[in-house]
Structure formats: structure tokens, C-alpha cells
């Protein structure tokens, strides 16, 4: 059997000088993906139910997790609304009266974590990581990126997860060369808490946990929390 690999995240200097409360959070599992979980998909359209009742276009934008992301792309030179975080992007869509799309389990499952916490998180296939080292950077001009479904778009300016080869996660869109498919057993997870708020990004966490073992067979979970340099 293939030696599961230890993914180790770091925190550049460079994000500490836009967001020094940066605190995130990894998840690591081993998981078993479907096309489509018909349970998962009840929670999904009754928590968008309940934000269609609570949230408005505009006071989405004042959400704390989602205003944090939105400074921060300011602050890396990067237009939010030009470039928006994926979690403001879910929930818009679904403030605006649309159906989410549905991908697969995985995918589905992670955009619902997204949307409950307000958090941009990427999930990836960690076995298409090269190396065992993420670290959280800042894109820069010309960087080739390939984005899930959107082809090759400009990092520069935003935040950027890179491995041995390069990007592999933003906040508005993860890359196609790591991303989950339903082969994905050894998932990752990464949670980005510009807001700084350490006990939310953990519940976060464990709530990512409890889905997966839910809807993906998931048995011993874990994460970790990782944050700016002192």
C-alpha cells in the first residue's frame, strides 16, 4: 500500500504583512467520493432556505469571515469584486435565487462548509500535491495558473497556496491540477480565517469532519491549525 504522505502548511512573511491574525486550519482524511449524496443535498438546500431568509446581497458583504477576505485582496492588490472570494460567490448565487452547482460529493460537501462558515476553503487531492510542503503566498503578475473550470487565470495579487511546482489554491479558485475527483482518497482541506478568529475556524474544522464522515466514509479525520509567523 502507498505511504500516505504528512502535508506540512507554512505562512509566508508576506501574508503576515497584509493579515498578521491570519489563523488557519488543515483537515486531512481518507474519504470515499460519489456522485452525488442525496442527504448531503437536504442540508445544502436547507441552510440555502435559511440564508435566503437572514442575508441580502448587500449585508453578505458585512459578514466578518467574508469582509476579512475582501480587506485582504485589497491589501494584495487584488479587486474583490472583480475577483470574488469563493464563499461570497456561493452565497450570492444563492441569495440571488439560483441552484448551486452540483459537482460531486466531495466538491457539494466542501461548498456547504464554505457557505455555513463564510470561510473560502480549498479541497484538493493530496495525492497530486508535489512534495509534502504548502505555503501561503502571494500570487504574482504572469504566474501560470490553471483555475478549476475557468482555464488560465491571473493570480497576481491574490492570496496563493503553492506546492514544489507551484499554485495550487486561491481563495477564488483552486487549480486543476490537484483538485478532488471521485478517485480522490487522501483528502486535504484547507481553511482561510483572515477574520483571525481561532475558535470559529476550529469549529469550522470539526464540522468538515463530522460531514465527511457522514456522506464519505471518513473514519479518524483530523486537523490542525496553522498562522502567521511571529
Known amino acids: 500500500m502507498k505511504e500516505k504522505k504528512k ?10 504583512r497584509v493579515c498578521p491574525e491570519f489563523v488557519g486550519a488543515m483537515v486531512e482524511a481518507e474519504v470515499v467520493n460519489t456522485p452525488q449524496s442525496e442527504a448531503l443535498w ?9 440564508f435566503r431568509r437572514e442575508l441580502t446581497t448587500e449585508s453578505l458583504k458585512e459578514l466578518t469571515s467574508i469582509a476579512a477576505t475582501r480587506r485582504v485582496y485589497k ?48 479541497g484538493f487531492d493530496a495525492d497530486r ?3 509534502d510542503t504548502l505555503t501561503l503566498g502571494i500570487g504574482r503578475e504572469g504566474e501560470p495558473y490553471e483555475g478549476i473550470g475557468r482555464g488560465i487565470i491571473n493570480i497576481g495579487g491574490l492570496p496563493v497556496y503553492r506546492d514544489a511546482q507551484g499554485g495550487v489554491g ?15 482518497r487522501h483528502l486535504v482541506v484547507l481553511i482561510n480565517g483572515y477574520d483571525g478568529n481561532e475558535q470559529r475556524v476550529r469549529e469550522n474544522a470539526e464540522y468538515i469532519l463530522s460531514l465527511l464522515a457522514r456522506y464519505c466514509q471518513s473514519t479518524g479525520g483530523s486537523y490542525y491549525l496553522y498562522k502567521a509567523p511571529l
Open 75 to 122: 491589501a494584495c492588490g487584488k479587486d474583490p469584486s472583480r475577483y470574488r472570494p469563493a464563499s461570497e460567490a456561493l452565497i450570492r448565487r444563492v441569495l440571488q435565487g439560483k441552484e448551486l452547482y452540483q459537482r460531486d460529493t466531495l466538491v457539494d460537501l466542501v461548498n456547504l462548509a464554505s457557505i455555513a462558515y463564510g470561510y473560502s476553503i480549498g
Open 7 to 16: 502535508i506540512n502548511v507554512l505562512v509566508s512573511a508576506e501574508i503576515k
Open 129 to 131: 500535491f508535489v512534495g
Open 170 to 184: 486561491t481563495p477564488t479558485s483552486d487549480n486543476e491540477r490537484t483538485k478532488m475527483t471521485l478517485e480522490t
Open 42 to 50: 437536504q442540508e445544502i438546500r436547507a441552510l440555502c432556505e435559511r
